[in-house]
């Protein structure tokens, strides 16, 4: 039996999106468990510096130039990632993007963005590695969406779908994928204190702080928070999961 702090031992992840914020907090507790992970993200330099921080301590990462976006760029580092690390047993859908305004004020270039990196960038990824972990029928696919595809999100609407979207998506794959033994589960943030959300909001200060008053545990979330539910639907614990959305928000949501 694997101790908790052993259990991805060997394992080989590839994280999305980890160049900071949530992301680079996944890859701290992959690598932390054992795995050697791949810190993929537009921001190479960022990326590099998180990998580096993960070799100090003593674990194995490389930092990968990654656009979600282009899915021939998601299969040229998953290429990459095989070479240098190994087969890989873990993809983390995380890379993500969100411009808030009010959805009749949003132009279709915009919603093309959000539509690239939060929807179709988790196509991208997941049709550049499923069928190599598909070929060995092993494989955990975490996909980072939010509670705002479950339950909407005022000014998000293009990307709430986007989120929603995931959720389906990843029902589906976890079907299709399920006799090559393969978990495909989706992970919900609440508001979450990172780059991402210190932008969305900037000037509304305010607002987040009424937020954090509406949450059950009375806190905005931190990355380090999503990070052991992403490590467990990571691992062999989760070996019977599939199909599943997990909120990690305080509480935020409890959707049925
Ligand atoms: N922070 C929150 O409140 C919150 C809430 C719900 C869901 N989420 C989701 O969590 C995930 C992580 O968000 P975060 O808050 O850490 O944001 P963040 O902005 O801190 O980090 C996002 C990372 O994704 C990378 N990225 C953006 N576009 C990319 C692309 N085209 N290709 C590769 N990498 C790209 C960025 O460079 C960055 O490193 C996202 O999917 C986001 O939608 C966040």
Redesign the pocket.
């Given at each position: 039996m694997p101790t908790a702090i052993s259990r991805l031992q060997g394992k080989v992840a590839i994280v999305?999106?980890?160049?900071?914020?949530?992301?680079?907090a996944i890859a701290m507790r992959l690598a932390a468990e054992g795995a050697a992970v791949a810190i993929?993200?537009?921001?190479e330099d960022?990326?590099e510096r998180t990998a580096a921080e993960i070799r100090s301590s003593g674990a194995k990462a490389i930092a990968v130039a990654?656009?979600?976006?282009k899915f021939d760029d998601a299969v040229r580092a998953a290429d990459m990632v095989e070479k240098e690390l190994g087969p890989i047993d873990i993809l983390v859908?995380?890379?993500?993007?969100?411009k808030l305004e009010p959805f009749v004020n949003s132009s279709p270039e915009t919603w093309d963005k959000i539509i690239?990196?939060?929807y179709r960038?988790v196509l991208n990824c997941c049709r550049a590695i499923a069928p190599k972990m598909q070929a060995r029928s092993s494989g955990k696919i975490v996909s980072?969406?939010?509670?705002?595809g479950r339950v909407g999100s005022t000014g998000e609407a293009v990307?709430a779908g986007c989120?929603a979207g995931i959720i389906g998506f990843s029902k589906t794959l976890a079907r299709e994928l399920a006799r090559n033994r393969i978990n495909v589960n989706v992970v919900?943030?609440?508001?979450?204190?990172?780059?991402?959300?210190r932008?969305?909001m900037a000037g509304r200060e305010g607002v987040l702080e009424a937020m954090a008053k509406g949450i059950p545990f009375r806190r905005?979330?931190q990355?380090e928070d999503?990070a052991g539910a992403v490590a467990f639907l990571a691992s062999s614990d989760a070996d019977y999961v599939t199909g599943q959305v997990l909120s990690v928000s305080g509480g935020l949501t409890m959707a049925g």
């Open positions: 999305t999106g980890a160049a900071q914020g949530i992301g680079r993929a993200d537009v921001l960022a990326a990654l656009d979600v976006t859908n995380n890379a993500g993007w969100d690239a990196i939060n960038g980072i969406a939010s509670d705002a990307y989120k919900c943030p609440g508001p979450t204190k990172t780059a991402l959300l932008e969305a905005l979330g990355p999503l």
